[in-house]
């Protein structure tokens, strides 16, 4: 590698991350099986995380170091306040979040299933950021070395916030998830694109890419979009395109325990480690390492590694 970000002091990165996204309080219930329509059956457990991929990434972001400000929106009630005190004790900015009245924070109910995870996400006040919150945040943005978005926020918002970056020389990083036609539009106003592979399937209009398609399919794409594409896969690693060749960074073999917060540990860490002029390979590495430490406790922000626990698993 070029250099490493483990030559420097821990806690002293300079680049500044804004997130602009979503905030949730995660209702988890583990069980063994989905009740039928009209029946009742006995769960196993319930546990609360605060979640949404806005709130997950900056917290990614800031445990590995990063000096980051969450943009945001939670409602009046009780959730909300357990939010922002959550947030508050993590290493981050959230003096611009919004607290709107008449309104509920965002909720995700999540069933966790013996095969698999079923999830329904309520908005809330994620649905109220608009353009005049972006207005009264502008000064956030601007300054930041990196804004990373998702799309559990108005697409609306979305395009107005990357403008805004992008007119002010912030490199804008948008992670396309939940998917959303609205991508390709944005693509403009978009550096850095980190699709999984359902994601960049969507994107391309397909439902599904073979496996041993994906990496040409990716050359191909990148040959033709200013955008950087950088495609999560996975046990399979990551994937992106370096000087017209396709580079793979494969996934350490892990004990799995929840992959809920994976892709945003790898977004938060890839946006922290770009803020601060980490070269782009070694940014990819560090967040691909990142993801394989999260996904070994349940809930997403649970197991988010800092930055030491990062240089540990490297140098192994």
């Not at 990434?57 to 800031?62: C, F, L, S, Y």
């Not at 009780?78 to 005190?85: A, N, P």
């Not at 919004?98 to 309104?103: F, L, S």
């Not at 929840?258 to 390979?281: Q, Y």
């Amino acid at each position: 590698m070029a250099r490493s970000i483990y030559t420097k002091e821990i806690g002293d990165l300079v680049g500044k991350i804004a997130v602009l996204g979503s905030v949730n309080m995660d209702i988890v219930i583990t069980t063994g099986r989905m009740p039928k329509i009209g029946e009742t059956i006995i769960g196993d457990q319930i546990d609360y995380f605060v979640g949404g991929k806005g709130a997950n990434q900056a917290v990614a972001a800031a445990r590995f170091g990063g000096t980051t400000t969450f943009l945001g929106k939670i409602g009046q009630d009780t959730f909300g306040e357990k939010v922002y005190r959550h947030l508050s004790e993590e290493q981050l900015d959230v003096q611009s979040v919004a607290q709107e009245k008449n309104i509920f924070t965002g909720i995700a109910s999540i069933f966790k299933l013996p095969q698999d995870n079923c999830i329904t996400v309520i908005s809330g006040a994620n649905g109220l950021i608009d353009r005049e919150y972006v207005d009264q945040i502008a000064d956030k943005i601007i300054e930041s070395d990196v804004l990373l978005v998702q799309i559990e926020i108005p697409v609306d918002t979305l395009r107005y916030a990357l403008q805004l970056a992008k007119e002010n020389g912030v490199t804008t990083l948008l992670n396309p998830a939940p998917y959303h036609d609205i991508v390709g539009e944005l693509l403009p106003y978009v550096d850095i694109l980190t699709p999984n592979e359902t994601e960049f399937a969507a994107l391309i209009g397909k439902e599904l890419i073979p496996e041993p398609e994906i990496e040409a399919t990716i050359l191909a794409w990148q040959q033709t979009h200013a955008t950087k594409l950088v495609v999560t896969r996975g046990s399979q690693g990551v994937s992106f395109v370096d000087s017209g060749k396709i580079v793979t960074v494969a996934s350490k073999k892990v004990t799995v325990v929840d992959t809920t917060g994976a892709g945003d540990t790898f977004n938060g860490i890839l946006a922290a480690a770009l803020s601060d002029g980490v070269p782009f390979k070694e940014a990819v590495v560090l967040a691909n390492l990142g993801a394989g430490l999260s996904v070994q406790k349940l809930g997403a922000q649970t197991g988010m590694p800092t930055r030491k626990e990062v240089a540990v698993i490297e140098n192994n």
